[in-house]
């Protein structure tokens, strides 16, 4: 198999073509058989519930040249329930956890050559995505379906150095409704979360900081990723209905606890932040970006984090412990990783 061109240490964070994608469809209640398309297009129609009512959930997770030159997708399975369960919240057929991961190992397969090298920093990302393809004009739920997965290679999030940024904090908008979507991992909250995120971008901030959306006055997620602080010998996080189960960080918090370390998921108050020695968003894209000073926008108050402009401590043994797990460099004692064999 022929090595892909491309300059590995110059690969950004976006879609970049690859050989194959693979498809499966839900039809008369079952189904159906694995199919490799080498088209970046679907044909769909065009009252097809997917684009009108929002039947649509995706994943996203990543596979890695290891340290011994195997294969290693980092906790799939969970994905697989997590995306279960999106399907679930929009009423879709779910696929099942063995055609997920046939399907997830057949496309890394076919696309072998475009897997990064170790050393290179860079992965390969994959992206589960279903959606609703019945043609309807009111509003009821679709009766056929379609799973698929792409590839891409992505170069390492952090182009410039594992360092702070900065976010900000406002009442002005909210990502998602009490009791509603959130939970989900569906389309319809990353669109919700557009027009914050691009005030935000534009005011030099990279992630708006939400707060939850009832009171208004409990941290809830950063931008797309959850969120956490380190306190003392504390991992704390906030708990609630409308945050999405982050695999990556259900991962730090296991390994805070192997640090030793207390794991606190509950209601985080805007007023407990001057007291963090640390934070952070997490999420599979970054791991953990680290948090320089959170900004709120309607008060003022301004809290700065990373008082020498570095990652804490913590911060940054969870982010090497992690990722070290994931090439294979650090025994993955919690088997989280799927090793493919070729």
Same mark, same amino acid.
């Given at each position: 198999?022929?090595?892909?061109?491309?300059?590995?240490?110059?690969?950004?964070?976006?879609?970049?073509?690859?050989?194959?994608?693979?498809?499966?469809?839900?039809?008369?209640?079952?189904?159906?058989?694995?199919?490799?398309? !080498?088209?970046?297009?679907?044909?769909?129609?065009?009252?097809?519930?997917?684009?009108?009512?929002?039947?649509?959930?995706?994943?996203?997770?990543?596979?890695?040249?290891?340290?011994?030159?195997?294969?290693?997708?980092?906790?799939?399975?969970?994905?697989?329930?997590?995306?279960?369960?999106?399907?679930?919240?929009?009423?879709?057929?779910?696929?099942?956890?063995?055609?997920?991961?046939?399907?997830?190992?057949?496309?890394?397969?076919?696309?072998?050559?475009?897997?990064?090298?170790?050393?290179?920093?860079?992965?390969?990302?994959?992206?589960?995505?279903?959606?609703?393809?019945?043609?309807?004009?009111?509003?009821?739920?679709?009766?056929?379906?379609?799973?698929?997965?792409?590839?891409?290679?992505?170069?390492?999030?952090?182009?410039?150095?594992?360092?702070?940024?900065?976010?900000?904090?406002?009442?002005?908008?909210?990502?998602?409704?009490?009791?509603?979507?959130?939970?989900?991992?569906?389309?319809?909250?990353?669109?919700?979360?557009?027009?914050?995120?691009?005030?935000?971008?534009?005011?030099?901030?990279?992630?708006?900081?939400?707060?939850?959306?009832?009171?208004?006055?409990?941290?809830?997620?950063?931008?797309?990723?959850?969120?956490?602080?380190?306190?003392?010998?504390?991992?704390?996080?906030?708990? !609630?209905?409308?945050?999405?189960?982050?695999?990556?960080?259900? !991962?730090?918090?296991?390994?805070?606890?192997?640090?030793?370390?207390?794991?606190?998921?509950?209601?985080?108050?805007?007023?407990?932040?001057?007291?963090?020695?640390?934070?952070?968003?997490?999420?599979?894209?970054?791991?953990?970006?680290?948090?320089?000073?959170?900004?709120?926008?309607?008060?003022?108050?301004?809290?700065?984090?990373?008082?020498?402009?570095?990652?804490?401590?913590?911060?940054?043994?969870?982010?090497?412990?992690?990722?070290?797990?994931?090439?294979?460099?650090?025994?993955?004692?919690?088997?989280?990783?799927?090793?493919?064999?070729?």
């Amino acid at each position: 198999m022929k090595e892909a061109d491309i300059n590995w240490s110059a690969l950004g964070f976006g879609y970049v073509p690859t050989d194959y994608n693979v498809r499966c469809y839900y039809r008369n209640g079952q189904w159906g058989e694995i199919e490799v398309s !080498s088209s970046e297009t679907i044909e769909m129609h065009i009252a097809a519930t997917a684009l009108h009512y929002g039947q649509e959930c995706f994943e996203g997770l990543k596979a890695f040249r290891g340290k011994d030159g195997k294969v290693r997708v980092f906790r799939p399975i969970e994905n697989a329930k997590r995306i279960q369960d999106s399907a679930r919240g929009v009423k879709m057929a779910e696929i099942t956890t063995e055609k997920f991961m046939e399907m997830m190992e057949t496309v890394i397969r076919l696309n072998e050559r475009f897997i990064p090298p170790y050393g290179s920093g860079a992965s390969l990302y994959i992206r589960p995505l279903e959606i609703g393809m019945t043609a309807r004009v009111g509003v009821k739920p679709a009766d056929e379906y379609c799973f698929l997965m792409l590839v891409t290679p992505v170069g390492p999030y952090f182009k410039e150095g594992f360092k702070p940024t900065n976010i900000c904090l406002t009442r002005e908008y909210d990502r998602v409704a009490p009791k509603g979507t959130g939970r989900f991992k569906v389309g319809g909250n990353y669109a919700a979360s557009l027009v914050a995120g691009e005030k935000a971008h534009e005011l030099g901030y990279s992630a708006v900081l939400y707060l939850d959306p009832k009171e208004k006055k409990y941290l809830d997620e950063c931008g797309p990723a959850n969120f956490y602080a380190i306190k003392g010998n504390s991992y704390i996080t906030p708990a !609630s209905e409308s945050i999405l189960p982050s695999i990556t960080n259900d !991962s730090l918090m296991q390994l805070a606890r192997d640090f030793g370390m207390e794991v606190e998921r509950r209601h985080v108050p805007v007023e407990e932040i001057p007291t963090f020695d640390e934070a952070a968003a997490c999420g599979t894209a970054a791991v953990c970006s680290p948090v320089g000073e959170i900004h709120d926008l309607d008060t003022g108050d301004k809290w700065v984090i990373a008082k020498d402009g570095k990652p804490g401590p913590v911060t940054n043994r969870l982010y090497d412990t992690l990722n070290g797990i994931r090439l294979g460099e650090i025994e993955d004692t919690h088997n989280w990783n799927v090793v493919l064999d070729f």
